[in-house]
Protein backbone atom coordinates (compact mmCIF):
# COMPACT_ATOMS: atom_id res chain seq x y z
CA UNK A 1 0.00 0.00 0.00
CA UNK A 2 1.17 3.38 -0.45
CA UNK A 3 3.23 5.15 2.18
CA UNK A 4 5.77 7.71 3.11
CA UNK A 5 9.09 6.40 3.00
CA UNK A 6 11.54 8.09 5.21
CA UNK A 7 15.49 7.30 5.32
CA UNK A 8 17.77 6.67 7.17
CA UNK A 9 15.37 5.59 9.94
CA UNK A 10 17.91 6.09 12.38
CA UNK A 11 21.45 8.49 12.25
CA UNK A 12 23.96 9.12 15.03
CA UNK A 13 26.33 11.65 14.09
CA UNK A 14 28.84 14.19 15.42
CA UNK A 15 28.17 17.80 16.31
CA UNK A 16 29.70 19.75 13.11
CA UNK A 17 28.63 17.21 10.99
CA UNK A 18 26.35 17.22 7.73
CA UNK A 19 23.13 15.62 8.16
CA UNK A 20 20.87 14.87 5.06
CA UNK A 21 17.15 12.90 5.61
CA UNK A 22 15.31 12.23 2.85
CA UNK A 23 11.73 11.69 2.59
CA UNK A 24 9.50 10.00 -0.95
CA UNK A 25 6.27 10.96 -0.41
CA UNK A 26 2.80 9.33 -1.86
CA UNK A 27 2.71 8.95 -5.53
CA UNK A 28 0.80 11.82 -6.80
CA UNK A 29 0.83 13.87 -3.89
CA UNK A 30 1.54 17.87 -3.79
CA UNK A 31 2.44 18.63 -0.86
CA UNK A 32 5.11 17.84 1.79
CA UNK A 33 5.65 18.64 5.12
CA UNK A 34 8.48 18.76 7.35
CA UNK A 35 7.99 18.31 11.15
CA UNK A 36 10.23 18.01 14.18
CA UNK A 37 9.62 16.35 17.39
CA UNK A 38 11.76 16.02 20.66
CA UNK A 39 9.74 15.74 24.70
CA UNK A 40 10.12 19.51 25.47
CA UNK A 41 8.56 21.01 22.27
CA UNK A 42 6.29 17.96 21.14
CA UNK A 43 5.78 18.12 16.75
CA UNK A 44 6.93 21.75 15.56
CA UNK A 45 6.58 22.28 12.07
CA UNK A 46 9.67 23.08 9.93
CA UNK A 47 8.54 23.58 6.63
CA UNK A 48 6.08 22.52 3.50
CA UNK A 49 6.24 22.50 0.43
CA UNK A 50 3.22 22.40 -2.59
CA UNK A 51 4.00 21.30 -5.99
CA UNK A 52 7.32 21.38 -4.99
CA UNK A 53 7.28 25.15 -4.10
CA UNK A 54 8.05 26.26 -0.30
CA UNK A 55 5.21 27.75 1.28
CA UNK A 56 6.50 28.33 4.73
CA UNK A 57 10.09 27.65 6.34
CA UNK A 58 9.63 29.74 9.11
CA UNK A 59 9.82 26.94 11.68
CA UNK A 60 13.77 26.40 10.26
CA UNK A 61 16.05 27.75 11.68
CA UNK A 62 17.46 29.28 8.36
CA UNK A 63 21.30 29.55 9.65
CA UNK A 64 21.72 25.66 9.83
CA UNK A 65 18.87 23.84 7.82
CA UNK A 66 17.67 23.45 4.39
CA UNK A 67 14.52 21.91 2.74
CA UNK A 68 14.34 20.89 -0.61
CA UNK A 69 12.59 19.05 -3.59
CA UNK A 70 14.94 18.01 -6.02
CA UNK A 71 12.10 16.66 -7.74
CA UNK A 72 8.34 15.51 -7.30
CA UNK A 73 9.47 12.35 -5.63
CA UNK A 74 11.90 13.53 -3.57
CA UNK A 75 12.24 15.93 -0.56
CA UNK A 76 15.23 16.85 1.66
CA UNK A 77 15.86 18.11 4.52
CA UNK A 78 19.71 19.22 5.68
CA UNK A 79 21.44 20.67 8.72
CA UNK A 80 24.97 21.69 8.61
CA UNK A 81 26.36 21.91 10.56
CA UNK A 82 24.82 19.64 13.02
CA UNK A 83 24.31 20.49 16.85
CA UNK A 84 23.58 18.17 19.57
CA UNK A 85 20.33 20.31 20.35
CA UNK A 86 19.03 19.14 16.47
CA UNK A 87 18.48 15.46 18.15
CA UNK A 88 14.88 14.81 17.58
CA UNK A 89 12.60 12.52 15.93
CA UNK A 90 12.21 14.25 12.26
CA UNK A 91 8.67 13.14 10.21
CA UNK A 92 7.54 13.93 6.73
CA UNK A 93 4.47 14.02 5.49
CA UNK A 94 2.33 14.26 2.01
CA UNK A 95 -0.72 15.10 1.23
CA UNK A 96 -2.64 16.01 -2.21
CA UNK A 97 -4.68 19.65 -2.36
CA UNK A 98 -6.62 20.18 -5.02
CA UNK A 99 -8.74 23.27 -5.35
CA UNK A 100 -10.53 24.09 -1.93
CA UNK A 101 -9.93 20.37 -0.50
CA UNK A 102 -7.35 18.37 0.45
CA UNK A 103 -6.38 15.08 1.91
CA UNK A 104 -5.28 14.21 5.13
CA UNK A 105 -1.83 13.95 5.78
CA UNK A 106 -0.17 10.81 5.53
CA UNK A 107 2.95 10.81 7.70
CA UNK A 108 6.29 8.47 7.50
CA UNK A 109 7.68 6.86 10.08
CA UNK A 110 10.49 9.40 10.87
CA UNK A 111 13.99 9.32 11.28
CA UNK A 112 15.53 9.31 14.50
CA UNK A 113 18.56 12.02 14.89
CA UNK A 114 21.37 11.95 17.46
CA UNK A 115 23.97 14.52 17.56
CA UNK A 116 26.72 13.69 19.85
CA UNK B 1 -5.42 28.96 13.08
CA UNK B 2 -7.76 28.97 16.03
CA UNK B 3 -6.21 27.13 18.78
CA UNK B 4 -7.66 23.98 20.48
CA UNK B 5 -7.47 22.53 24.75
CA UNK B 6 -7.84 19.56 25.05
CA UNK B 7 -6.83 17.48 28.60
CA UNK B 8 -3.39 16.58 29.30
CA UNK B 9 -4.17 12.91 29.66
CA UNK B 10 -6.99 10.39 30.08
CA UNK B 11 -7.37 6.73 31.04
CA UNK B 12 -9.74 4.23 30.36
CA UNK B 13 -10.36 0.16 30.30
CA UNK B 14 -10.46 -1.84 27.13
CA UNK B 15 -13.53 -2.84 25.61
CA UNK B 16 -15.38 0.48 26.99
CA UNK B 17 -16.11 3.57 24.95
CA UNK B 18 -13.85 6.61 25.30
CA UNK B 19 -14.91 10.74 24.73
CA UNK B 20 -11.89 12.76 24.30
CA UNK B 21 -13.35 16.43 24.65
CA UNK B 22 -11.65 19.08 22.70
CA UNK B 23 -12.46 22.73 23.29
CA UNK B 24 -12.17 25.08 20.16
CA UNK B 25 -14.16 28.25 21.60
CA UNK B 26 -12.54 30.77 18.22
CA UNK B 27 -13.10 28.48 15.85
CA UNK B 28 -13.90 29.90 12.69
CA UNK B 29 -16.99 29.62 10.21
CA UNK B 30 -14.28 27.89 7.49
CA UNK B 31 -12.12 26.04 9.88
CA UNK B 32 -12.38 22.07 10.01
CA UNK B 33 -11.93 20.06 12.44
CA UNK B 34 -8.96 16.93 12.14
CA UNK B 35 -8.13 14.87 14.56
CA UNK B 36 -5.05 12.68 14.14
CA UNK B 37 -3.47 10.36 16.44
CA UNK B 38 0.11 8.96 17.22
CA UNK B 39 1.07 5.17 18.72
CA UNK B 40 4.27 4.94 20.65
CA UNK B 41 7.07 5.26 18.33
CA UNK B 42 5.43 5.94 15.26
CA UNK B 43 4.41 8.88 13.04
CA UNK B 44 0.93 10.92 13.56
CA UNK B 45 -2.32 9.27 11.68
CA UNK B 46 -5.67 10.55 10.33
CA UNK B 47 -8.27 9.55 12.44
CA UNK B 48 -11.07 11.40 11.23
CA UNK B 49 -12.42 15.44 10.26
CA UNK B 50 -15.19 17.18 10.17
CA UNK B 51 -16.79 20.88 9.54
CA UNK B 52 -20.29 20.93 11.05
CA UNK B 53 -21.98 17.61 10.94
CA UNK B 54 -21.11 14.60 13.41
CA UNK B 55 -19.06 12.26 11.37
CA UNK B 56 -18.31 8.09 11.19
CA UNK B 57 -15.86 5.84 10.28
CA UNK B 58 -14.36 3.21 11.10
CA UNK B 59 -11.78 4.38 13.63
CA UNK B 60 -13.86 6.82 15.35
CA UNK B 61 -17.06 8.83 15.60
CA UNK B 62 -16.62 12.78 15.42
CA UNK B 63 -19.43 14.76 17.32
CA UNK B 64 -19.67 18.23 17.18
CA UNK B 65 -21.25 20.70 19.21
CA UNK B 66 -24.20 23.03 17.32
CA UNK B 67 -22.28 26.40 18.04
CA UNK B 68 -18.58 24.32 17.05
CA UNK B 69 -16.99 25.30 20.44
CA UNK B 70 -16.01 22.22 21.03
CA UNK B 71 -15.76 18.81 19.63
CA UNK B 72 -15.66 15.31 21.03
CA UNK B 73 -13.60 11.93 19.96
CA UNK B 74 -15.22 8.84 20.22
CA UNK B 75 -13.67 5.58 20.73
CA UNK B 76 -16.70 3.29 20.78
CA UNK B 77 -14.53 0.27 21.90
CA UNK B 78 -11.42 1.11 23.55
CA UNK B 79 -8.55 -1.65 22.35
CA UNK B 80 -5.35 -1.44 23.90
CA UNK B 81 -3.81 -0.32 20.40
CA UNK B 82 -5.68 2.97 21.24
CA UNK B 83 -2.88 3.54 23.74
CA UNK B 84 -2.15 7.00 21.84
CA UNK B 85 -1.93 10.56 21.98
CA UNK B 86 -4.53 12.24 20.47
CA UNK B 87 -4.62 15.62 18.59
CA UNK B 88 -7.67 17.73 17.64
CA UNK B 89 -6.58 20.46 15.22
CA UNK B 90 -8.43 23.05 13.23
CA UNK B 91 -7.26 23.80 9.74
CA UNK B 92 -9.46 26.45 7.54
CA UNK B 93 -7.06 26.07 4.10
CA UNK B 94 -6.56 23.24 1.47
CA UNK B 95 -3.25 22.62 1.35
CA UNK B 96 -2.15 24.41 4.71
CA UNK B 97 -0.04 22.62 7.17
CA UNK B 98 -1.58 21.06 10.65
CA UNK B 99 -0.04 22.42 13.57
CA UNK B 100 -0.18 20.30 16.16
CA UNK B 101 -0.58 21.19 20.08
CA UNK B 102 0.02 19.27 23.14
CA UNK B 103 -2.79 16.42 22.96
CA UNK B 104 -4.28 13.98 25.13
CA UNK B 105 -2.77 10.93 26.21
CA UNK B 106 -5.16 8.13 26.43
CA UNK B 107 -3.80 4.85 28.68
CA UNK B 108 -6.19 1.91 27.98
CA UNK B 109 -5.76 -1.11 30.58
CA UNK B 110 -7.28 -4.48 30.24
Known amino acids: DARVTQTPRHKVTEMGQEVTMRCQPI?????VFWYRQTMMQGLELLAYFRNRAPLDDSGMPKDRFSAEMPDATLATLKIQPSEPRDSAVYFCASGLAQGSKDTEAFFGQGTRLTVV | DAKTTQPNSMESNEEEPVHLPCNHSTISGTDYIHWYRQLPSQGPEYVIH???SNVNNRMASLAIAEDRKSSTLILHRATLRDAAVYYC???????????FGKGTTLSVSS
Open chain 2, 50 to 52: GLT
Open chain 2, 89 to 99: ILKNQAGTALI
Open chain 1, 27 to 31: LGHNT
